[in-house]
């Protein structure tokens, strides 16, 4: 398998402050780039405030943090990202955006070095074939909070080559998480399953079945998860939530995936969830 000690994320949002203390958490030397300056420094600057807190709980000792943060760099310039062994980009899920940033890795990036997308649903085949070395590129998904969250899904595309997946798996087991291996389709395994009954809420909901509390209580109760249907969207964001349902469809067209009408028009109106204080519920 390829030796992975420096790994690039590229992002400046709440993910890739999260990878960023993931792996370095696990030992790895880190490049976070971010498109601005300030926005580099805004990310670490979070990532920092994050782990003071885990001092004040004695989650961590202040050595560890200090060692955490000694192996992370932050950078606004591409040419940074040129020794990286791993690169991992979590920019906004679009695609264009992201296929563009793929050419751009290719120019930068050594030719050993493999490159991952942590995209939840978009077609990891596209990415890798805006690049020269398609047998060297691959889903990484982690989840929102990588530092919390146990589950990386390896998205396999046509074009991967087995030491990249094998090496992909190995990096994600190394920063303690638990990978699975998934083919190349959209939503790959939780987001397939996880959507379809997210829009089925809404739906039900529609049709005046039951209050959103009360399904979000049933569901609680009834299959013990951890929160409703309603309070999971409004985290996740209904805007992501609605580019995903349109992603699932546009691949599959099956019915379950085409989004119901309110979650639409709430985008629409910009009540996206927690993030903007107003989604189902207020905030």
């Not at 760099?73 to 990286?84: I, N, R």
């Not at 020269?132 to 595309?157: D, S, T, W, Y």
């Not at 529609?206 to 013990?224: F, P, R």
Request: net charge negative; hydrophobic share 45%.
């Amino acid at each position: 398998m390829t030796e992975i000690t420096t790994v690039g994320i590229l992002g400046s949002g709440i993910m890739g402050s999260g990878l960023a203390e993931v792996t370095a958490k696990a030992g790895y030397r880190v490049v976070l780039r971010s498109r601005t300056r300030a926005a580099a420094e805004g990310s670490l600057a979070t990532l920092t405030t994050g782990l003071a807190k885990q001092v004040e709980k004695q989650k961590i000792t202040p050595e560890e943090r200090d060692a955490v943060l000694d192996r992370i760099a932050v950078t606004d310039h591409f040419g940074q990202l040129a020794d990286c062994d791993l690169v991992i980009e979590s920019v906004v899920e679009d695609l264009a955006v992201k296929k563009a940033l793929f050419t751009e890795l290719e120019q930068v990036c050594k030719p050993s070095a493999i490159l991952a997308t942590n995209t939840s649903t978009l077609p990891v085949i596209e990415l890798a074939m805006a690049t020269e070395r398609p047998a060297q590129v691959c889903g990484i998904h982690f989840f929102n909070p990588a530092p919390a969250m146990k589950l990386v899904e390896i998205v396999r595309p046509l074009t991967a080559a087995d030491d990249t997946i094998k090496t992909a798996r190995a990096f994600a087991e190394s920063c303690d998480k638990d990978a699975v291996e998934v083919t190349d389709r959209a939503g790959f395994i939780v987001n397939a399953l996880l959507f379809p009954y997210l829009n089925n809420a809404v739906r039900m909901w529609e049709q005046g079945t039951a209050s959103m509390d009360d399904i979000d209580t049933a569901m609680k109760g009834g299959c013990n998860f951890p929160m409703g249907p309603f309070a999971l969207l409004d985290l996740v964001g209904l805007d992501t939530s609605l580019a995903i349902l349109d992603a699932l469809y546009a691949e599959f067209r099956d019915p379950n995936f085409a989004a119901v009408p309110t979650l639409r028009r709430m985008v629409t109106a910009g009540h996206l969830g927690r993030k903007t204080k107003r989604g189902f519920r207020s905030y």
